[in-house]
């Protein structure tokens, strides 16, 4: 979020991985967040301060987290058929990890659904590898 912040309004840490001439991180993962605050900045500028700072976490990422969740339903029902399907909701509700990382600003739950998501589309392309 510091490498979004730093990009949209100009201050923010910069970790020695993004002052390399060419860096070794990314920068997919910082873009989500610096549409997020460009969205903010132009539709909800009057509580900015507030979307900044929490929107990430209580919006952005739990957004992710419920698309996830969708494509891994709907991959596991069209695989496993109706009957799996309450095994896999109970499997990713159930547990610590499940409910508490995939809301995380973390660059693993974005990998994670960006995982789910390619799975998901490329199962049910009919696409065989």
């Given at each position: 979020m510091e490498i979004a912040h730093s990009d949209?309004?100009?201050?923010?840490?910069?970790?020695w991985e993004w002052t390399l001439p060419s860096p070794i991180r990314s920068p997919v993962?910082?873009?989500l967040?610096?549409?997020?605050?460009?969205?903010?900045?132009?539709?909800?500028s009057e509580w900015q301060s507030v979307?900044?700072?929490?929107g990430p976490r209580l919006i952005v990422m739990p957004l992710l987290a419920t698309l996830m969740d969708w494509f891994t339903l709907s991959f596991y029902?069209?695989?496993?058929?109706?009957?799996g399907s309450?095994?896999?909701?109970l499997a990713s509700f159930a547990t610590f990890a499940g409910?508490?990382?995939p809301t995380r600003t973390l660059a693993n739950s974005f990998e994670a659904s960006l995982f789910i998501t390619a799975l998901h589309f490329h199962l049910n392309s009919g696409v065989s590898s």
């Open positions: 949209t309004y100009g201050t923010g840490f910069r970790s993962f910082p873009a967040f610096s549409l997020w605050y460009r969205v903010v900045d132009t539709f909800f979307l900044v700072a929490h029902t069209k695989h496993l058929k109706a009957r309450i095994w896999v909701i409910l508490n990382l």
